[in-house]
């Protein structure tokens, strides 16, 4: 492994971990583009293992060290598709009513937790920093610190934090302050996130919030703030410009919109192609004839909501397509096959307007990247969702939307493919100048500072 600097290396932990070289997917690129510059140790999930041994596996030492915790596959299910996905997931994204809880996917939860933490004790230096990542691991700090880690711990939700009805639907509520006040900062995307965090402490009779917004539990202070993600803005540019051209078989004049998103309930996608098909209806004879590109590489099939969302959006593509399309036009392209990074920017590229609707989302990064890869000269427009963590940066130039409003969402998608020249220009140099200035390196320095300047104080033994 890597030498250690001398002020203590950072150690990341996150559910999912390259195995080859070049990392895709929202989180997994931007903790990579994180550790690529401050180097260190980075932990996830091995592919599913024999037997649960503790201990890390290191597979591969570069900028950083990657190593993987054991994962069997009754925890696969249990941890991962169980209480991860088909629990925390949909109560997060304010969905009580998908929530599944199934015999054992907790104690699966808790045995994973259990590992990882072990697995850190084991091997963290007294100055090394510990960066935990999202809903996967809430527990890990809070056993770090039964087993008398006093090292300095940061967790970042990349999801949205529920609601103080919704959070009350989960069955271990009642520990979730104590998971999370083992941290020193909590993290999350959004002041909207922030204030939920708040609510749920404010109901734990042991947390008392300070003056300077800082919560105490159990003689331990620890810090709850917003720290938006931001992009690797410049390399996404880049590819943009260089992207190779793909012959798209569209009229010149026809607009072309764009969604890109991981196949999930989350994302409106079904709200999406209604409104588009309200926008459709509303069309005059003669006027340009769009084609609206949806990617949505399909994931976590083996969780039943998943299966249904897939089934519900191709219902949805197949009946306006058959409304609407003509012998030489189909106005939806669905696409569940995973697109090439480059392909992706050079779509958002030639894209009028990018779809960014989803109806929970902790941030969402193609918003940021659409508007990174766009011709600053003859940009496009970004449709968002008000229930993306990115409208909080983004509202001054995006066209907000309310995805579960059909008619006021196609009247978004209308005035974005008529939009003049000049509009389209002043909105995206407001949004470029915002993707540009809070990029994937402002995050990751914030934070990581912000978590070096913890107080810090010592284990929270024993405390429930
Ligand atoms: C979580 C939070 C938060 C998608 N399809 C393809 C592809 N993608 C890439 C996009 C983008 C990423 O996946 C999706 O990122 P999002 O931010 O939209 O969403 P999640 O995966 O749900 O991520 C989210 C994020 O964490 C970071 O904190 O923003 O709110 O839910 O980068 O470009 N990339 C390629 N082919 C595809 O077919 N290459």
Redesign the pocket.
């Known amino acids: 492994m890597a030498d250690r600097p001398k002020d203590g290396r950072l150690i990341v932990v996150s559910n999912r971990i390259p195995k080859g070289d070049v990392p895709?997917?929202?989180?997994v690129?931007?903790l990579h583009e994180a550790l690529m510059g401050a180097g260190g140790l980075w932990i996830g999930a091995a592919d599913v293992t024999e037997t649960a041994e503790d201990g890390l596996t290191p597979i591969g030492s570069d900028a950083y060290d990657r190593a993987t915790f054991a994962l069997t596959e009754a925890e696969h299910e249990g941890y991962y598709l169980g209480y991860a996905n088909s629990v925390l997931w949909p109560l997060f994204h304010h969905r009580p009513d998908l929530l599944t809880f199934a015999e054992g996917d907790f104690d699966a939860y808790v045995a994973v937790n259990k590992r990882v933490a072990r697995a850190i004790a084991k091997i963290a230096g007294s100055d090394d920093l510990i960066w935990i990542h999202d809903y996967h691991f809430l527990m890990v700090a809070h056993e770090l610190r039964a087993l008398g880690v006093t090292n300095r711990i940061g967790l970042f939700l990349?999801?949205p934090f529920p609601n103080p009805n919704d959070i009350m639907a989960l069955p271990q509520v009642a520990m979730l302050p104590s998971w999370l006040a083992a941290h020193d900062v909590v993290g999350v995307?959004t002041r909207r996130d922030v204030v939920s965090v708040r609510e749920t402490m404010r109901h734990d009779p042991k947390a008392q919030i300070l003056n300077d917004g800082t919560w105490i539990r159990d003689g331990r202070t620890f810090a709850v703030l917003s720290f938006p993600?931001g992009?690797d803005a410049e390399g996404f540019e880049i590819a943009a410009r260089e992207a190779p051209t793909v012959d798209l078989q569209m009229a010149p004049d026809a607009p072309l919109l764009l969604g890109?998103?991981?196949l999930?309930y989350?994302k409106g996608l079904v709200h999406r192609f209604e409104a588009f098909d309200a926008y459709l209806s509303a069309r005059k004879p003669g006027m340009p004839r769009p084609t609206f590109i949806q990617?949505?590489?399909g994931s976590r099939e083996d969780v039943a909501a998943y299966k249904e969302i897939r089934e519900d959006l191709e219902r949805a593509a197949g009946s306006i397509n058959g409304a609407h399309a003509d012998l030489d036009w189909t106005p939806i392209r669905y696409i569940r096959?995973?697109?090439?990074?480059d392909r992706?920017a050079g779509l958002y590229r030639r894209a009028d307007a990018a779809l960014v609707t989803p109806l929970a989302?902790?941030?969402?990064?193609?918003a940021k990247?659409f508007v990174a890869a766009q011709d600053p000269d003859d940009p496009g427009v970004l449709i968002l969702s008000h229930f993306?963590?990115?409208a909080e940066q983004m509202e001054a130039g995006a066209l907000l939307v309310n995805p579960f409003d059909r008619a006021s969402f196609a009247r978004a998608i209308r005035q974005a493919v008529e939009m003049p020249l000049e509009e389209r220009k002043s909105r995206h140099a407001d949004l470029r100048a915002g993707v540009f200035a809070q990029d994937i390196d402002w995050w990751t320095t914030n934070f990581i500072d912000r978590l070096r300047a913890a107080p810090g104080q010592g284990p929270n033994r024993g405390a429930a």
């Open positions: 895709s997917g929202g989180l690129f931007a990349h999801i995307q993600i992009i890109v998103d991981r999930d989350s990617i949505a590489p096959r995973h697109v090439d990074r992706i989302d902790g941030m969402n990064l193609v990247e993306a963590g990115a």
